[in-house]
């Protein structure tokens, strides 16, 4: 298993209704409700979010397809809106996007490029199998059992564990689930094993460097 984000997207809500400080790779953004719904409306709400995040990849594909035809096109828009319709108990949500040319590109590109907005790869996620999954983080338990090598030790708190076929997908060198032994520190170099500790979401590992103990 591998994440397709290098660092996961940090959201973090305060008092303040209902304002959302959204972090990525390189900044952060607010999202918020509008005023309907008890919100200030000083960042796009959870919808619009998820409209601009298939709009963007719409055009983002769309010009990468454009500049490698080397066509001339300087411009697209993309509209997109969503509705739901629930019939025999089954929710169906529709997302319509509207794709709108400059004057003068020809019907062939048009056609093709419809068709290339289509399938991006947001298209593609949305369209598919998708489940969504929610693991909180605990306070450390008592418990903890430690691995060690003359360099590094790792902690694992099995009681706050939720995560382990990452690490052994991920890193089976070190991570081996079939062993009573389960974790090998010195089966990686010490930043590798360093890195994919902190990827543990749920605090269950703990990755200490022995030389500066």
């Not at 963007?56 to 411009?75: F, G, V």
């Not at 399938?119 to 008592?142: D, Y």
């Amino acid at each position: 298993m591998q994440y397709k984000m290098e660092k996961p997207v940090k959201g973090t809500i305060e008092t303040e209704k209902y304002q959302c400080t959204i972090e990525w790779r390189n900044g952060q953004i607010i999202a918020d409700e509008p005023a309907s719904l008890g919100g200030k409306d000083t960042g796009p709400d959870p919808y619009s979010l998820l409209l601009s995040s298939l709009i963007s990849c719409k055009l983002i594909t769309l010009r990468m397809y454009i500049d490698r035809k080397q066509w001339d096109i300087p411009e697209l828009t993309i509209n997109a809106n969503l509705y739901q319709e629930t019939k025999n108990e089954l929710t169906t949500s529709y997302i319509d996007c509207d794709l709108i040319f400059p004057a003068g590109v020809p019907d062939d590109q048009r056609v093709r490029l419809q068709e290339i907005a289509k399938n991006c790869p947001v298209s593609k996620l949305l369209q598919g199998e998708v489940k969504v999954r929610m693991f909180a983080f605990r306070e450390p338990e008592t418990k903890t059992i430690r691995y060690s090598t003359e360099d590094v030790t790792v902690e694992w708190k099995p009681e706050l564990c939720q995560h382990s076929t990452r690490c052994w997908k991920q890193l089976p060198q070190v991570f081996k689930p079939t062993q009573k032994k389960w974790i090998e520190p010195d089966g990686a170099d010490k930043e590798r094993v360093e890195e994919q500790v902190k990827r543990c979401p749920s605090g269950a590992l703990v990755f200490i460097d022995n030389k500066k103990v």
